[in-house]
């Protein structure tokens, strides 16, 4: 035959675009076809994707260029150098290579041989069928290229190959193994007639491809990079957050956003190490919280101003925020390539609900800043914290359910028009059961609502407690009422468990009721059809079935649906709630710049009240002008209105009338410190840059070098929560140092002299008043009578009103109160009688009884020689005591407050086995399997009974009546759907049970803790636990388990139905299980990580929400709400990078999942097709494929269960966490129980009592031995940091000796227990402490006192009167933290729980720095009537306080320095005692000095 005619025969043949059709019509094997598809599909891919990469660099190698020409910097690209790097093959790459050529080589040949069998029959006259060559061709194409880039790894340096190698080795090794698996059966049935070039070419390469599906499998190339390693040591020792890329992610390829590969390398890096914060990278701009914040408050802000009078919609402004992100979402959802779309579309779900939760914070914590005094009331910290932490996380998940509203009815519509396709108008009858299914849950779903409304009402109530006791822990440990508060949060949790009981039931009846709706709609569709005589066969059933499945999917998922939008609903009302809030008044105080006027405060006519409603105002007719410059103080009695005033300058109190002006910028500094967590020198800066200069007056201005010196780590010395390592003198005077640093114009000081002894005080007033705020406006709160005659203008205010303003003489000429102030002040100056034993020495003549005053100007030379040697003094022996403390810090370098703990690595057996053994020892757990089981096992077998029992074709016998086959369906399908709900109830009963036991004891042992534990441990640690992990392990972890148990037993269903039909499947079934699995291990080693970093960076953004909301007023007065914005949002993105990460982590191990089951699933259908007629009967077949095709969505669904439970069990391994913490010493010892009258006397003996804080700590108590008599008065004095609140920790146990003993009426205190120890001592502390509710709860918290005693305390601690004047009497209520109550009525009303109590032993720790002078010596008279005959120890700055001791103990460096009477220690020239006595009268008396 001629050439010609070859070549016609040849054009002959179809053209490229119909040759798919023709080989398919020409009847190709199934498995060549696939193979010669999957070849070309990734050869034009691979081309694809070279191709882009060339173009893209081309195109930022010319950007790089103009940057370049443009004077920019542009960063250099990474190069391999010979010095730098040395790069080694391992035998494994060259074998790899090898492989790869070598089939090239097979595949080559094979072409070669095809195409000369097809020239030399075309020479023969036969026609040519070029679609021979379809095989050999795509092959030779695609291992060419395969081969190039396995080579090219070589030259790119890769240590892992590309991920499309890698599927394409593995593709190709399943093809080749199903190939010889037909060429083998073929070979059997014929012989060596079916041996072909093919044949013996894929037998030849199936070595070769095994070894590279390893390979792939591993993903090493073994090109391996050893680096100069001192090269590569960063320059930086601590590389800060600036330093981290941005998330591949932003700019990732089409190919690498499909596949999730952009992850690749921080999986990678968390297979070999666990992962820390900062391997995550940074998120792209858009996915920043602040991004999405700015968004959703704008149209916040437009929906309230559009319509003020109505309550705007926060689901409406926050589908106009982020519609757009759902809409292009939304697409995915279409499901067209469903595997790669899928995975797309819960990754944008997940992205959208990050979005959407970052945003919510944000604006609830600008909200929180905001709010107006009143609306605190109602919203305490604890309350807030749960909008943030489960609120907004409620409404953040419901993006999962957004798509559900419009799919889930369009699932079921298509899924009844298939049915009515199959089984005709017996579909109507589907329709209608379907309709009655969804109805009925209507009313379920608001029943559900509302369970969730009490539910979390009540969990509110709980926080807001949880969170005062974790406040207020010292206070509740020295008064031994930890285990009554302990009840009444476990009684809260009660009333929360009920809700939680009744909420998980009816979600339990709502799981049974959907699980059924299939069975029952099924059983109502095939009951129609027969009754209504139509004939069904086996595949109209399987058909039907297949259907059914399709519905079981929206019907199931609508009980999640209906509880997630009745707990989303819920959430979105409380947080629409909040931000509708009452915010400060705007306009309440004018704030203007520093203008040429010389006024800097101005107040006409104005009327102020805290509560608005109330007919009484706070304060009222306050008129003055304060001229720039000016020192004002304001002084008067407790609860007279001296805050209030400051705030009304600030604009926090509501203004009923009037105008406030403030000129120029304004600092504060509040009664009650205000610290930060984070380090000293953070909160002196305060957001200001540093300047050193700046910063080291400042420290000398306010006393703190000498401080700082004392820290180990200066002022990098890490801050506890609310300032817990500081001394209250140390905490008022970091503030004072902060408000310094600021530079403001004007300065307002509420009382900062209270919390800080005699000699800092005056050297404070001298450099921080009177030198470094020399030019400035200075407004200032004080008790301390001595500083008011250097005032330029002093405000006496009474009930709320100014009665008297002046300067110092013309005030004293005038009478009235403030004659009456100072007047109290020199009794008890003139009590102390020192002054007089100096001047007898100098002046013999003077009378004994002459006035202070008059001494002081005959003998100024005495007090002010004394004073100067107290300077000296108190130098030498600061001096010494900072060498001792140096020495100890090379012994202990850790700080106070450690990072937060985590476990790393896999999570533990003991923390799966205490969850299942709290609920009932873990005998639900095979029932609820068992339940499963039954559940599944009775589906398959309604499913088997119904493809068995009907004809195979039209003209066949059924193998049984309608009726009897319509019985025995429902008998079966509706058996198990009773297995169902017996699995959903006790699913729900084993979650409570649990849930409940872990709580209680993480409560117990966070309650029986020491306290050091609550010092380094910031509040927010243990409130992210107790809401958030609790709210994990209540709702979700139950539910979890029971899903996970269903998926895998549907899971073994399928395979077993698949079986049962083949069991050849069980051949791919078994490598796909391997591989799924170790995918899984891969994952799960970064996963885990990610889920703990993502808890861990939780804790700081509540804690920065409960320390915000504590200091709003300083934070608004500094106008820092901006920068505290900042940090919440950076709080917020540092927790959503691995949140991020973990998401797309989920999505990338489920795309693989479902590519390779999606790959078996039909390699499953080939093999069940390709067998012969007749093997296999042909409805049991159809029941195969009918489960094989939800195959691939329940392994990865049975994947993704176990992995979001694994995530979700670390809750569980936070909350076991909290519950191993060593607890402190018993509360009870039954042995040492002592007398019910112990202590008679009140006798302390010390005896070498040594104390430190933490192992390896120096020692703060040096060997203290002393003895207290009982029924005496002990005054304990000394510098900041001597040890005086020490001592008095040791006393009541709070801190275990580490050396010698404390004997109280001779029995040894470390013998008994702590409950019996602190619940016989009183003590009247630093900070006073009121807790939420009421007066009475207060004084009496374990209800042991009646009316009458109450009201006696009341009257003898001087607050009987300011208490009757309220309507609800001792019901009037008290406010979180006590904050409608001065600091002053604070401090009566714990002088009022001591009288209560009358212990024989009191200790007061500078009970009254918050009262006035008057006041005080008031309550000191008090106390030495009340408790005549009792021990009590008194610490206090006020030293006319101490002098009229019994006994003075002087503390020094941790030492007694001296104990005697005073009046023997007063007649020692050398006595520390006299020296601190001569200051604090040579303060109170020299006002001149001033």
Known sequence: MSITQWINNISASPSPPGLLITLLIRGLPVLELAAICLNLTLFLVSLFIVTATRILAYACRNRIRKNNTTGCASPAPHCIDGDMHDVRISR???????????????????????????????????????????????????????????????????????????????????????????????????????????????????????????????????????????????????????????????DAGPFSLATLSWLNSLLSVGAKRPLELKDIPLLAPKDRAKTNYKVLNANWERLKSENPYKRPSLAWTLVKSFWKEAASNAIFAAKLLETLTTRQWYFGVDILGMHIRSALTAMVYQKGLRLSSLAKQSHTSGEIVNYMAIDVQRVGDYSWYLHDMWMLPLQIILALAILYKNVGVAAFAALIATIISIVVTIPVARIQEAYQDKLMAAKDERMRKTSECLRNMRILKLEAWEDRYRIKLEEMREVEFKWLRSALYAQAFITFFFWSSPIFVSAVTFGTSILMGGKLTAGSVLSALATFRILQEPLRNFPDLVSTMAQTKVSLDRIVGFLQEEELQEGATVNLPRGPSNIAVEINDGVFCWDPSSSRPTLSGIHIKVKRGMRVAVCGVVGSGKSSFLSCILGEIPKISGDVRVFGSSAYVSQSAWIQSGNIKENILFGSPMDKVKYKNVLHACSLKKDLELFSHSDQTIIGDRGINLSGGQKQRVQLARALYQDSDIYLLDDPFSAVDAHTGSELFREYILTALADKTVIFVTHQVEFLPAADMILVLKEG??????????????????????????????????????????????????????????????????AKEVKEGSSASEEKAIKVKKKAKCAEDKQLVQEEERVRGRISMKVYFSYMAAAYKGLLIPLIIIAQALFQFLQIASNWWMAWANPQTAGEQPKTTPMILLLVYMALAFGSSWFIFIRAVLVATFGLAASQKLFLNMLRSIFRSPMSFFDSTPAGRILNRVSIDQSVVDLDIPFRLGGFASTTIQLIGIVGVMTKVTWQILLLIVPMAVSCLWMQKYYMASSRELVRIVSIQKSPIINLFGESIGGATTIRSFGQGKRFMKRNLYLLDCFARPFFCSIAAIEWLCLRMELLSTFVFALCMILVVSFPRGTIDPSMAGLAVTYGLNLNARLSRWILSFCKLENKIISIERIYQYSQIPSEAPTTVEEFRPPSTWPENGKIEIVDLKVRYKENMPLVLQGVSCTFPGGKKIGIVGRTGSGKSTLIQALFRLIEPAGGSIFIDNINISDIGLHDLRSRLSIIPQDPTLFEGTIRGNLDPLEEHSDNEIWEALDKSQLGEIIRQKEQKLDTPVLE????????????????????????????????????????????????????????????????????????????????????TPSRLLEDKSSMFLKLVAEYSSRSSGIPDF
């Open 92 to 250: 494994g790459f060259k074998f790899t290579v090898f492989c790869c050529f070598y089939v090239l080589f097979v595949y080559i040949l094979v072409l070669g041989f095809d195409g000369a069998a097809l020239i030399r029959g075309a020479a023969h006259g036969k026609i040519v069928d070029l679609s021979l060559l379809s095989m050999p061709v795509s092959q030779a194409l695609a291992w060419f290229m395969l081969s190039l880039s396995a080579l090219h790894c070589r030259f790119k340096v890769s240590v892992k190959f590309p991920l499309l190698l890698r599927v394409w080795w593995f593709l190709s090794f399943v093809i080749c193994l199903c190939t010889a698996y037909v060429d083998w059966r073929e070979f059997w049935m014929e012989g060596s007639k079916h041996l072909c070039s093919h044949v013996v070419a894929n037998f030849a390469v199936t070595p070769a491809l095994a070894f590279l599906c390893i390979v792939a499998i591993r993903g090493v190339t073994g090109v391996k990079v050893s680096t100069n390693s001192e090269l590569e040591k960063p320059l930086l020792p601590d590389e800060g957050p600036e330093c981290l890329k941005v998330t591949p992610y932003s």
């Open 801 to 866: 009103r100014i009665i008297q303003a002046g300067k110092y003489d013309d005030l004293l000429q005038a009478g009235t109160d403030f004659e009456t102030l100072v007047s109290a002040h020199h009794e008890a100056i003139e009590a102390m009688d020192i002054p007089n034993q100096f001047s007898e020495e100098s002046d013999e003549n003077l009378s004994s009884d002459a006035s202070v005053m008059t001494n002081k100007k005959l003998v100024p030379s005495d007090v002010d020689s004394l």
């Open 1377 to 1460: 933290n006590g904050d409608n109550w001065s600091v002053g009525q604070r401090q009566l009303v714990s002088l009022g729980r001591a009288l209560l109590r009358q212990a024989k032993i009191l200790f007061l720790d500078e009970a009254t720095a918050s009262v006035d002078t008057a006041t005080d010596n008031l309550i000191q008279k008090i106390i030495r009537t009340e408790f005549k005959d009792y021990t009590v120890c008194t610490i206090a700055h006020r030293i006319p306080t101490v002098v009229d001791s019994d006994l003075v103990l002087v503390l020094s460096d941790g030492r007694i320095a001296e104990f005697d």
